[in-house]
């Protein structure tokens, strides 16, 4: 639990890398996913999420973010068209839910506690599953499906494994076998729910590469996770969830130690270390770990300027 | 080699084994067939609630002067529509759910039957009487269970995936609803069509043991879907005519086999069963 936080995770990447070339300035219009004043409210009467509101543009990673039961499957079951919103409107590249679906638009990389793992199917069955939505009634591939579904195998670093039953693999390995049913989809819109949950720090790696690929090639992809500590290393947009929207935005904006002490409340752990704490000179700037249960997120500076400090 | 030979032909010899062979094998095949989705679908109280549930319909049928087979099929559909509706619209779960609608219906059944005169005994309905079937119930059979078989084939890569993961076939955008309704509707068929072979009680049996025996052998769906209807097609001829040996109940002698067949592969199953287990030392396989 109190392991040591490796050196390398403390480093916040460069600004840079968290503008993608050819991107317009300015707010996101919604050309990805637009959700736009969204409430959900089940059958048995209770409002998950209430007036919700993000826009995500192409060539976005988007972290949504917020505790169990904050309506984070919720977002992700309107976007899929499991639940059709009480009021308010979803839009997929500028369609309606059920056209975006119809045109293979959305997809879904499930939670790993989701997936039955004795299911009898291969590595490259489950992968073939990507590409149905392309294939004709009977679902019999074609030479191009079989070609999608071995550059995806390829690009997940899965290959080798094609032949394996699924239940056979890691937690990491499992992860990419899904990546790359999403990958042979070609979908412009990628779901992912809790990616790095049960995955090794060397897959948390090859999957934030890949993400970041696909949104150089203009995907949106919206990650559901509760791993605060890596969301500034890949994420240009964030949106904070408690049942609704309480903030949406660029990640330097909306992921301060104030707005993750809201959405969390007080379920998060919080350290701040500062001034004479933390070392013995007029540096006026303190520490702050935020953690849950994952990967801590820390900030390092002024505890006055909303996390500008951040290094 | 001989004994063997007259131990298959001997029976045979009399036309209403044939076609007590044939309903049976027709049967083993389709059940055999659905019963790998409803193992992998975790719908094996299913089958039980919706066979059970046809019972009603079954004497109904009669009363109005109906084709059984039309009054079993929708007693079977409304069972299963019924236990959809209660799930949504309350706070009980569907075994439980389940649980009350197919016994309310299956009593439902047992008084109708005995206010009404029928020509039916209760025994046939509920256990099969494969060795008094027509050449008309063998063509019934026939077209129902071939006509099922054909469907789920056709639908077999959506509805595998709709069991695997609905998540995935709804965001590709397949109708996920026509899929459970779909393959609820298939397995009304298919327990209309094994009536007369096995009954209501014992086609439950049929429609769990093939997929479970398959499941334990196979890791690929494509090989279950062959275990499983091999080891059942096999059961029926054995058990068939084994029950003219023994003087048995042919139904109960295919599910006794069946069973043979599954305690077989829970054993010696060459990566599931017990015994390779044992060889390999847990957790380095």
């Known amino acids: ?311 | 080699m001989s004994m063997l030979a007259d131990w298959i032909t001997g029976p045979l010899a009399y036309p209403f084994m044939q076609r007590a062979l044939v309903v049976s094998l027709l049967v083993a095949a389709v059940c055999a067939v659905l019963s790998c989705y409803l193992v992998l679908k975790g719908w094996s109280l299913m089958g039980d609630a919706i066979s059970h549930a046809v019972l009603p319909g079954i004497v109904i049928a009669h009363v109005a002067g109906l084709p059984l087979v039309v009054g079993a099929f929708a007693a079977g559909l409304s069972c299963a529509l019924l236990t959809g509706y209660l799930k949504e619209n309350s706070r009980i779960k569907e075994d439980t759910v389940m649980g009350i609608v197919f016994s309310g219906m299956f009593g439902l059944g047992l008084v109708l039957f005995t206010k009404v005169e029928t020509d039916q005994h209760l025994n046939h309905i509920l256990f099969g009487d494969v060795l008094g079937v027509s050449v008309r119930d063998v063509i019934e059979t026939a077209i129902v269970a071939g006509g099922t078989l054909l469907v789920v084939l056709a639908l077999r890569r959506d509805l595998l995936l709709y069991c695997f993961d609905p998540g995935h076939a709804r965001t590709i955008g397949l109708p996920v609803r026509v899929l459970h309704y779909g393959l609820l509707v298939l397995l009304a068929l298919t327990i209309v069509a094994s009536l007369k072979a096995v009954g209501i009680i014992l086609v439950i049996a049929m429609l769990i043991g093939p997929g479970a025996t398959a499941y334990l052998l196979a890791d690929r769906f494509g090989r279950m879907l062959a275990v499983a209807v091999a080891t059942a097609m096999l059961s029926a001829a054995i058990g068939t005519l084994a029950s003219f040996h023994i003087d048995g109940a042919p139904g109960a002698c295919i599910v006794l086999t069946q069973s043979l067949f599954f305690g077989l592969a829970f054993l010696f199953a060459p990566r599931n069963g017990v015994l390779a287990r044992r060889r390999v030392p847990a957790g380095t396989a």
């Open chain 1, 1 to 311: 639990m109190n392991a040591p936080v490796p050196t390398d995770r403390l480093a916040s990447p460069s600004p840079a890398s968290n503008v993608v070339p050819g991107t317009p300035a300015g707010p996101p219009r919604g050309d990805g996913i637009l959700v736009d004043r969204v409430s959900v409210t089940y059958p048995n009467g209770t409002t998950a999420v209430r007036d919700a509101s993000f826009a995500l543009d192409p060539g976005t990673i988007c972290a949504l973010v917020g505790i169990n039961g904050s309506g984070k499957s919720t977002v992700f079951k309107a976007i899929m068209g499991f639940v059709r919103p009480s009021a308010g409107a979803v839009r997929l590249c500028g369609m309606p839910v059920a056209q975006a679906l119809k045109r293979n638009i959305v997809a879904y990389v499930p939670q790993s506690e989701d997936v039955d793992w004795n299911f009898p199917v291969l590595v490259e069955d489950v992968v073939m599953m990507g590409r149905y939505g392309h294939m004709n009634m009977l679902r019999i591939p074609a030479r191009a499906d079989r070609a999608k579904v071995d550059e995806a195998l390829e690009r997940v670093g899965m290959a080798a494994f094609r032949k394996r039953q699924i239940g056979e693999l890691s937690g990491g390995q499992k992860k990419r076998v899904f990546l790359a049913r999403a990958l042979a989809q070609e979908g412009r819109i990628i779901l992912l729910d809790e990616p790095f949950t049960g995955v090794d720090v060397t897959t948390e790696g090859a999957i934030v590469a890949l993400l970041r690929e696909l949104r150089a090639a203009g995907h949106v992809m919206l990650v559901s996770t509760h791993d605060l500590g890596s969301v500034p290393d890949f994420c240009d947009q964030v949106v904070l969830l408690d049942r609704t929207v309480l903030a949406a935005g660029a990640t330097a904006e909306v992921f301060t130690p104030e707005n993750l002490q809201r959405t969390f409340g007080g379920a998060l752990r919080n350290f701040r270390l500062g001034g004479a704490a933390l070392h013995q000179d007029a540096d006026r700037r303190s520490l702050t770990v935020l953690t849950d249960d994952e990967r801590p997120l820390v900030f390092y500076g002024d505890p006055d300027s909303d996390g500008e400090g951040r290094t």
